[in-house]
């Protein structure tokens, strides 16, 4: 069964500082990888994802992340964060056509101090 | 993309009545299904999913059931609701194969 690890629950960081999310996954097959977002009172919204080719994947607002499959991660990236990524992620899995379902980690909750 | 419409947005039930929450979405055909529950510190809990028209997979044990009476229309149902069945309630859709879900507005249940 696939499954997504999300470690930390709630990181706490100053404007500008660089910030890294971890994401591990556990799946048997070709994996297709998301990061959501959901900001305060906001339905979820895909914050950039990765099917195949090149495994660093550039986002909206300037978020990244990179697939190394040989650890089983999607780590998301900003180097430079605003108070308005304030906000909570969820790292994502599913499968090719027949393993479609979508698994969420538990999700990340960001604050930023202005 | 997808439209995903779900309501009521929010619901106070009391303990032991019937729920019945509905899903509709837009701008696709075929579309596979989702209900989540959210929960804090838990993330996105998958309690159903459908790839088409009766085909329900249930993910978890619970009081609740799920059908799927139209291609583009997914309803979540309890005959009597527990005091546990409270929480933020949310319908996805997704294409098959290498496509995103989108998300309706969720559903906050409070069962009394």
């Known amino acids: 069964a696939q499954s997504v690890s999300q470690h930390n629950h709630h990181v706490i960081l100053s404007e500008a500082a660089s910030l890294e999310l971890g994401c591990n996954y556990s799946?048997?097959?070709?994996?297709?990888l998301f990061w959501y977002v959901q900001y305060p009172g906001q339905h979820l919204q895909l914050l950039l994802k990765?099917?195949?080719?090149?495994?660093l994947v550039k986002g909206i607002k300037g978020f990244e992340a990179e697939f190394i499959k040989s650890k089983f991660s999607f780590n998301l990236r900003k180097p430079s964060v605003q108070w308005s990524d304030t906000a909570e992620y969820f790292c994502?899995?599913?499968?090719?056509?027949?393993?479609?379902?979508?698994?969420f980690g538990t999700g990340t909750r960001l604050t930023i101090i202005p | 993309s997808q439209t995903i419409h779900q309501w009521p947005a929010t619901l106070v039930q009391p303990v032991g009545s019937p729920l019945s929450l509905e899903c509709t979405v837009e701008?696709?055909?075929?579309?596979?299904l989702y209900w989540y529950r959210q929960a804090a510190g838990r993330g996105l809990q998958l309690l159903f999913y459908?790839?088409?028209?009766?085909?329900i997979s249930s993910e978890v044990p619970q009081n609740l059931s799920a059908s799927r009476p139209q291609d583009r229309q997914f309803i979540l149902s309890s005959k009597k609701l527990l005091l546990s069945d409270s929480g933020f309630y949310l319908c996805?859709?997704?294409?098959?194969?290498?496509?995103?879900?989108?998300f309706g507005q969720g559903t906050r249940l409070t069962v009394v």
């Open positions: 459908s790839v088409g028209i009766g085909q």
């Open positions: 701008g696709t055909s075929n579309p596979n």
């Open positions: 994502a899995v599913n499968g090719d056509f027949g393993n479609e379902k979508l698994t």
């Open positions: 996805a859709s997704s294409g098959h194969s290498n496509t995103e879900a989108f």
């Open positions: 799946y048997g097959g070709t994996v297709n």
């Open positions: 990765y099917f195949s080719g090149d495994p």
